[in-house]
């Protein structure tokens, strides 16, 4: 399960992305800043605290990736999210020692490519403003982090770019991994049996697994809650206030004029004088005058531009907006007619012959376009305010009167809800969220208080206590009795069909063949053609079994039993095995695994340092709880 969570937390931005999601970009967020100087670290790496917070963060992020996997264990999962934390703790301080620096501009192209700053597709300076004030948090600070983050991106991938691979380990590679084998087998169908089940076997396992017949503990909850979404409904918005949003937001609604561009460029090289300049120049009036003479532009640029790139495409740069290109470039794309060609225009690589070959002129959406949009962004802005009052309100309120929701519910004008019966593993409607269950079934809550503040998904905060709860209790064993039976009646069956499977294999180990024994038991032999390990032809056990045996010595076949999960027992012998032959491999296929396995050596090589990090770093685990 461990291992399922570090597949998915793989990948060169995953440490971009952590730092980065310590934001949620959510007004009800500033609770996790308020206590930080009264709690105590769970674990320091050098002179970095690493707090309960923190680990809870990283936990949730975890337990959201893992969606679909079963057998979820808490524990591994706070101590992973404690590990996790402290190897990037160890990346960052080792950054901070190999002197990685990041430049502004980077930091300043990552922030505006983040979807969570956009609108529109464009970067909101508004918008990142907002975000980062609602979570108290400065734009320097913020930039830090983000610094501190792609410095961390830039040292893991100086390591695990430098992943090698021999030819000998990739011909080995593509052997295994296009090796084929041949078996044959039989199937033993599960045994019927109804073999009567002692009293005593069924109270010995009763007695055994007593924690298997437990009703689960359930509980019923009564909640307030605010929404973001309904207290936005009940604003009301004027004709003027819209206009006037509109005119604040009218670049929200505006595209900006657009132009195809051709070009043919005479590069100056560096350090040129004046003489070589000069010479740049003349090639590019030269090559004008046949222009003007009418000679296409295409094959002109295709033969005579420096640009080799856009060159082959006849010149072509694709569409262009202002604020992309070299300004004297740009003034004299943006003021030449459709098909009309520039005379030639100096940049810093030299001398530029341009062409506009399309025009895509800027629109603004109408007032009346966009007015419903206005509307609910009037609503959500005026909400948002609000929305934090009311859940300061709530929070203080839940808090001063811990053994009731009412003075809240009258304070806030609000209906205390109430929910149905659930547990820990099964629930629905509002009680489904993880945050909800896990303040539902803690201990204050269990013991009468009012839950904290909950932040939901959506904009939403809520406040529960407990309605009625029914601690787990264990189930009659007469009531579990028929099941109980049934799950020992299989188990006999299991073992007889095992049993028998055991005896055929001994009967193929003293000479005789499968065959034969497939005919002596009226059962069907099966033949398979040769088959690779990733064969979705065959029952994934036996294709898995396949490839586990040893090879067969000598021409003898080698036999083995393999259990289904249906409890048929299937008898199989490996017949031959021919190993992949690297190469008839086409050659992309070569490269795509060299590439595969340089990057599995990068990731090891990757790993050792850390451990080497750990192990030589000041690392302090100060919480038995996020040990375990």
């Known amino acids: 399960m461990l291992q399922a969570i570090r597949n998915r937390a793989q990948g060169l931005l995953a440490w971009i992305v952590l730092v980065l999601i310590t934001i ?3 007004l009800w967020g500033i609770q996790n800043y308020l206590d930080i100087d009264k709690e105590q670290p769970v674990a320091v790496v050098g002179d970095r605290e690493i707090f309960e917070h923190d680990v809870n963060r990283v936990y ?3 337990l959201a990736g893992l969606v679909g996997v079963e057998q979820v264990d808490d524990k591994d999962l706070k101590r992973e999210a404690l590990d996790r934390l402290i190897r990037e703790e160890l990346i960052a301080q080792e950054t901070i020692d190999q002197g990685l620096v990041i430049s502004d501009d980077d930091v300043r192209a990552l922030i505006q490519s983040l979807p969570y700053f956009q609108t529109d597709g464009k970067f909101d300076k508004r918008k990142y403003e907002v975000s980062l004030s609602s979570q108290n948090l400065t734009p320097s600070q913020f930039i830090a982090q983000v610094r501190q983050a792609l410095a961390m991106q830039q040292y893991q991938k100086g390591i695990m770019d430098t992943g090698l ?10 052997r295994l991994k296009n090796q084929e084998r041949e078996i044959e087998y039989i199937t033993i169908p599960l045994k019927n049996t109804n073999q009567e089940i002692p009293d005593q076997a069924v109270d010995d396992y009763y007695q055994a697994n007593r924690s298997v017949f437990r009703t689960p503990e359930r509980v019923s909850i009564q909640y307030l809650e605010i929404r973001l979404d309904d207290i936005a409904k009940e604003i009301h918005a004027s004709e003027s206030d819209l206009r006037s949003l509109y005119e604040e937001q009218k670049q929200h609604y505006t595209s900006e004029e657009r132009r195809r561009v051709s070009h043919i460029l005479v590069a ?8 070589a300049a000069h010479a740049a120049y003349e090639k590019a009036a030269q090559i004008k005058q046949r222009l003007h003479k009418g000679e296409d532009f295409a094959a002109l640029a295709k033969e005579f531009s420096d640009d080799k790139v856009s060159g082959e495409k006849g010149g072509d740069l694709g569409f262009l907006t202002k604020g992309t290109m070299d300004k004297a470039f740009e003034n004299a794309a943006f003021q030449l007619d459709k098909g009309a060609v520039s005379e030639p225009i100096k940049t810093a690589f030299g001398y530029h012959l341009i ?10 959406k109408p007032y009346e376009e966009v007015k419903d949009e206005l509307l609910k ?12 009052e009311l859940g300061q309100t709530l929070s203080e309120l839940s808090f001063e009167h811990p053994d009731t929701l009412e003075p809240a519910a009258r304070k806030l004008d609000l209906n205390i809800k109430e929910t149905d019966y659930f547990t820990l593993e099964s629930s629905e409607g509002v009680a489904a969220d993880q945050a909800v269950k896990e303040a539902a079934f803690s201990e204050d809550v269990l013991h009468g208080k ?8 959506g904009d939403r905060v809520m406040v529960l206590r407990l309605k009625e709860h029914q601690p787990a209790t264990d189930m009659p064993r007469e009531a579990v009795k028929p099941e109980i039976v049934k799950t020992l009646r299989l188990h006999l069956a299991k073992e007889e069909t095992k049993h028998q499977a055991d005896e055929l294999k001994k009967k193929l180990q003293q000479g005789m063949t499968l065959a034969e024994l497939a005919k002596a038991q009226t059962l069907s032999l099966n033949r398979p053609k040769a088959f690779r390990r990733d064969s979705t032809d065959l029952p994934a056990p036996i294709v898995e079994a396949a490839f586990k045996i040893t090879k067969p010595g000598s021409g003898n076949a080698t036999p083995n039993v393999i ?3 249906n409890g048929d027992q299937v008898l199989m012998n490996l017949l031959s095995v021919k190993d992949g032959n690297p190469e008839t491999i086409d050659p992309k296929e070569l490269e795509a695994g060299r590439h595969f396995l340089a990057q599995a050596a990068g990731q090891a090589e990757f790993g050792a340092l850390i451990s080497q990090l750990r192990e030589q770093g000041d690392i302090v685990i100060k919480s038995a709880k996020a040990k375990e």
């Open 24 to 26: 949620p970009f959510a």
């Open 60 to 62: 949730e992020q975890n």
């Open 165 to 174: 691979v021999t030819k000998p380990q990739l011909e080995r590679f593509y």
């Open 268 to 275: 100056i090289p560096p350090n040129a004088d004046e003489k």
């Open 355 to 364: 062409q506009v070959t399309d025009l895509m002129p800027g629109t603004i």
């Open 377 to 388: 962004t009037h609503q959500r802005n005026l909400a948002e305010n609000k929305f934090y």
């Open 450 to 457: 009012n839950s904290e503040p909950i932040e939901l998904t």
């Open 563 to 565: 259990g289904m999960e």
